[in-house]
């Protein structure tokens, strides 16, 4: 069973938005790929196990608060190991963490 989650909107870090301009970078996910979303004030990541149409299914493998970059077991209704149903529309790519490793800045591409 698929817990329903209300997503956050992703505005300027919508998913979508950024492939629009980059087409020849979009590869759709697939079995196993790690997606990033917004919820009430935590990226959420989300390792999908299926995919219809433009939903993925899948797993709830990290909750981080934005405001200080902390990972938790549940936020809100949401927790680690649920199942839930990701619109390829709420993809958001992620903030930067506070207190999170820095990332290569060599890297162009977004994580999602």
Known sequence: MHKHVEWDDPGDRSVLDY?????????????????????RGFTVRVRVEARVEETNIGEVVALIADDNGRRQQAAGDLA?????????????????????????????????
Not at 90 to 110: K, V
């Open 19 to 39: 492939y629009a301009d980059h087409p020849d970078d979009y590869r759709p996910p697939q079995r196993g790929s790690i997606l990033s979303a917004s919820y």
């Open 80 to 112: 680690l190991g649920d199942t839930v149903r990701l619109p390829d529309a709420y993809r958001a790519l992620e903030p930067r963490h506070p207190g999170e490793a820095e990332e290569s800045e060599e890297s162009d591409e977004p994580q999602d």
